[in-house]
């Protein structure tokens, strides 16, 4: 058994396809190429792969990652050239390595996400001043939501509503760019298994608390990267 690690980009087109095609995509693929993927055992045999964090619909990303287990040796190289002529335009593999079939899930290992996220302002605002407000957001010492959970009891399901403090989920947020309405901003938020935090909440606060008017339909979230403990890249 054999374990290959792979960093991809999810852009154009393909960032409309949800986390269960993606899987189904890269099953495919991997049969069309000919890898020597191996399966699990058991009554429904599926392909040994895991993916770091799951992303959402709409979202792009540079660096989405996923481990492939081999039942046969392979060249990382030809690895990658061979998946790579046969993945869909929007989806191809920038990096892949050996890693030991008992190295750490990529889910155990994710513990933060960088993000570029662009929304358009309603009226504009002097870029002093809207980094001035942000500063104020990462002054808070409470950012609270109310999220719904759905938990059993007996034979049904009820809609159970918490309130949830996501300020230590935004490890940092700063002003990339603002230019007339458009605003780029970007942020570094928790992520895997210490919990996830999407893009376009935070945003939504940031507008609530700092009395910000934005079209939410101009939203468009970019991820920059998936990192560690030590904030580096998952291939290191």
Known sequence: MFKIRSKFYKKGDMVFISHLDLLRLFERAMRRAQIPIAYSQGFNPHPIMAFATALSIGISSDAEYIDLTLYENMDEQVFKEKLNKVLPEGLKLVDSKEVPLKEASLMSIVKSSSYLVRFLIEDE??????????????????????????????????????EVNIRESIKTIELANIDGKEVLVRMKLTAGEVGNIKPEIVVEELANHENINYNKDSLRIHRINLLNEAEEDLMK
């Open 125 to 162: 605002i002097n870029k002093n001043i809207f980094e001035e407000k942000l500063k104020d957001f990462e002054n808070l010492d409470t950012i609270i939501i109310k999220k719904e959970k759905r938990k059993r009891k007996g034979n049904r399901w009820i809609n159970n509503v918490q």
